[in-house]
């Protein structure tokens, strides 16, 4: 029975082998009758990749896009076709191609703003918000956010994106955005494929990105491919510039607060260019001389270094190097503050036959701050000295197998090494040392992926796949339990805790997480999408303030701190009008939110060893509509969108177990953005926004004791009110200058107001006691800009 069970066994799998042969000698067969084009295309000027082309075959009505680096690959029955390259802002070009053999044809696409009579502000191919899969997406052009008014006359990337939809901030002067209900800890912000763990200098009103070095940025909603991965909320892909592969130039600007140097230049007879940027504030120089002779040596600046290089080893190998280095610097006497960024990504881009691409990413990331005195002495009697980090390191490869134009599979994995130092603090007083510093963690995440965009026919196409994600928590490290005296306050910690040696998994976790998107075409510029993505994160920010600050601690999930979770789905209807020039879409989400952290009453998150005692974890739900209209041409370009949105969480013991909403929960939220080319060397500027004001909890009684009021919150609600609605209006010109720089350059001076009529939008509002009457209370409001604030910059290029 034994040996005629084997037999059947060997049967059934020699059965199944045959099928599979004969399924791939179809396949080959097939394959033999067909031919592949494919191959690069780049901007004619200064030889970019230029990513989400248009390659459209006339013959069979099928075509593909560009990927990241402007590859693609059609593999079509043999015969003569013509193959047009289209990009919205660029010349067609239309190629005939006999392909009775296997062809590489590289393209270059010049840049039509000569020839054409008005202003164009997107560079994405025709129709593409229609007919692509991408649902919840945005694409904000370079050029397009170097005309918007900005702060101070600098161009800022993140302050342009939070006027989409779907974006909000809690305010002036917070760092990052929130997107669909989430914190800003739930967006991936990628430069060049490394994580930048804080976005923003000077405590958010500038961003780190170099706007002279940035080529692309696109910002995932919802419909996230299965290729992204560690983070529940969004992801913001910001792609540098490869440098000039055709001339050696020179930009930068001069402004009100700092000044920026760009440099590019080609090397090796074009197969290699590279790019430099470097920025630096001097606010604190400007101030020097109004300052008393306390202040004189406060420092209060920002500067950074963006760097990227690439090399073409051949027709199928390509080599880019980046990097990015920056630092907030501020203090005064014998006060010292600051943190920084710095990022390192290597790629090789291998054709491994003119189907099958790949792209092998080696990144490198770094997040710091430190805190202390400006005591140089090492035998100081009186010190502090406290400094934080997180390090991430991580191999990614990427592969994408072109099977069809209908069908295009991608697939790959990724290892993430963590290293968390939340605090190391050395403490002196009166020459005595105490080190209050805690121990570091560890931890890895590895992922694999797969997915597949298949086209069935003209009218529909349907990108799925799957991601799943490991992580570990590894040792050495203690961990403890607590125990709960009182349900919502600090928990106690059972000592002692449970010791790990190193290298010991001390807690693991993995989760499966589906996407998948739907289009349908309903006519050539009308499409109705639908999307649902489920995402993890195991990387946790842990902020109790009313806005993030440099000082909060990230963490990693461990066996109290569990990964957050987020389901959502989204419907949306796109449509364009008069040949792509305006563009409309509406859609509409549901996201829900799992193991979201809040915190306990008093709660010390900082140099705190017992701090997951002061946790608490709950569940949240975000769900709305955006609305949105561009315009693409003309001479008056821009977009107005309207966002319709609630956001909740509701944690156990909190606001009475019920829902309440988030800090940075804003029902409504309206943002317009007008460019006016007045005449071709003036072009006019404006942005407008208005939105509801953040939730804030406020006394809903008092008591008076002694002469003194004092407040009370009678029925235990969070966020029972709200601060008054923010709205701003910002206006700028940008005037070419007549006259050649250095005989062969351009120079442009760009004016511009921000908060034009003055208003005083606040952060927050807060209660206190009146000083002359402790019996009577007032509100504070407190406003980080308000007032108007005029700026001029000169940028140049040669």
């Not at 031919?35 to 006339?58: C, H, P």
């Not at 390259?85 to 070009?93: A, C, L, N, R, T």
């Amino acid at each position: 029975m034994k040996k005629n069970f084997f037999s059947m066994k060997n049967e059934k799998l020699k059965g199944a082998l045959m099928l599979a042969l004969m399924m791939i000698m179809s396949l080959t067969a097939d394959a033999q009758t067909k031919q592949t084009i494919s191959g690069f295309v780049k901007d004619l000027a200064n030889g970019e990749g230029l990513i989400g082309v248009s390659v459209y075959v006339r013959e069979t009505e099928t075509g593909v896009t560009t990927n990241t680096y402007g590859f693609y690959s059609l593999t079509l029955p043999a015969g003569q076709y013509n193959v047009v390259y289209s990009y919205i802002g660029y010349q067609k070009i239309i190629k005939e191609v006999n392909l009775s053999t296997d062809q590489t044809v590289n393209i270059e696409m010049a840049d039509e703003s000569n020839q054409l009579q008005e202003v164009t502000i997107s560079t994405q191919k025709e129709d593409e918000n229609v007919r692509s899969i991408e649902m919840s997406v945005n694409k904000v052009e370079m050029k397009t956010i170097k005309k918007m008014p900005a702060l101070l006359g600098e161009v800022d990337l993140i302050r342009s994106i939070q006027l989409l939809p779907g974006v909000t901030t809690v305010g002036e002067g917070a760092s990052g955005f929130n997107v669909r209900g989430g914190d800003i800890s739930q967006n991936l912000v990628l430069l060049d494929e490394a994580p930048v763990y804080n976005s923003s200098h000077l405590f958010g009103f500038f961003s780190v990105f170099n706007p002279d070095a940035v080529k692309d940025v696109k910002l995932i909603k919802g419909g996230i491919p299965a290729q992204y991965g560690g983070r529940i909320s969004s992801i913001l892909d910001v792609r540098m510039k490869e440098g000039n592969a055709k001339k050696r130039e020179i930009n930068g600007g001069i402004g009100s607060i700092f000044s920026r140097l760009t440099y590019e230049q080609p090397f090796a007879a074009g197969k290699g260019s590279f790019i430099v940027a470097a920025r630096r504030s001097y606010i604190d120089i400007l101030a020097k001389p109004f300052l008393n002779k306390d202040l004189r040596d406060s420092k209060f600046n920002f500067y950074d270094l963006t760097a990227k290089v690439n090399y073409r080893l051949g027709e199928k190998d390509t080599f880019f190097a980046s990097g990015y280095f920056g630092k907030d610097v501020f203090g005064g006497g014998d006060f010292a503050f600051g943190w920084g960024n710095a990022t390192a990504t290597g790629r090789w881009n291998h054709i491994f036959s003119n189907k099958l691409f790949m792209n092998l990413t080696g990144y490198y990331s770094n997040y710091d701050y430190s805190l202390g005195q400006n005591v140089n002495d090492d035998n100081a009697r009186d010190k502090f000295d406290w400094k934080s980090k997180i390090i991430s390191k991580s191999i990614k490869p990427d592969f994408t197998y072109y099977i069809t134009p209908n069908n295009q599979l991608t697939f790959g994995g990724q290892y993430i090494r963590y290293d968390s130092r939340p605090g190391k603090a050395i403490a002196i007083s009166e020459g005595e040392t105490t080190d209050i510093s805690l121990d570091p963690k560890y931890a890895d995440e590895s992922a694999l992926y797969i997915g597949n965009e298949q086209k069935f026919g003209d009218k529909i196409s349907l990108q799925y796949g799957i991601r799943y994600s490991y992580f570990r928590s590894l040792g050495p490290g203690t961990e403890y339990d607590y125990i709960e005296e009182v349900k919502g306050q600090r928990k106690l910690p059972v000592l002692p805790g449970k010791e790990y040696g190193k290298g010991d998994v001390i807690k693991s976790y993995g989760n499966w997480e589906p996407r998948a998107s739907l289009n349908i075409g309903l006519n050539a510029t009308t499409s109705i999408k639908a999307s649902y993505n489920r995402t993890a994160q195991y990387l946790h920010l842990l902020s109790n303030t009313a806005a993030s600050s440099p000082l909060d601690v990230w963490t990693l999930s461990s066996p109290i701190i569990k990964p957050e979770m987020a389901d959502q789905v989204a419907l949306g209807w796109f449509q364009n009008f008069k040949d792509n020039t305006y563009e409309a879409s509406v859609e509409v989400y549901y996201k829900k939110l799992y193991n979201q952290i809040d915190y306990v009453p008093g709660s010390d998150l900082l140099l705190n060893q017992y701090f997951t005692g002061d946790l608490l974890f709950g569940k949240g739900r975000a769900y709305g509509a955006e609305f949105y209209l561009k315009k693409n041409k003309g001479k008056l370009t821009g977009w107005v969108s309207y966002t319709l949105s609630r956001t909740e969480r509701q944690v156990e013991t909190v606001n009475n177990d019920d829902w309440f909403p988030a800090r940075f929960d804003k029902p409504h939220n309206f943002t317009s953005v007008a460019i006016y080319e007045l005449r071709k060397r003036l072009t006019l500027s404006a942005n407008f926004t208005i939105a509801s004001g953040t939730p804030a909890t406020f006394a809903t009684n008092r008591y008076e004791i002694q002469g003194w009021a004092l407040g009370n919150n009678y029925e235990g609600k969070r966020n029972n009110s709200r601060i008054p609605a923010y709205h701003r209006l910002d206006l700028a010109a940008t005037l070419k200058s007549k006259r050649k720089l250095f005989k062969t350059g351009e120079g442009e001076w760009v004016f511009s107001v921000y908060n034009v009529y003055n208003r005083r939008n606040p952060f927050s509002v807060y209660t206190r006691v009146n000083e002359d009457n402790a019996l009577k209370t007032e509100a504070v409001r407190y406003s980080v800009i308000g007032s108007m604030i005029p700026s001029v910059t000169y940028n140049f290029k040669f």
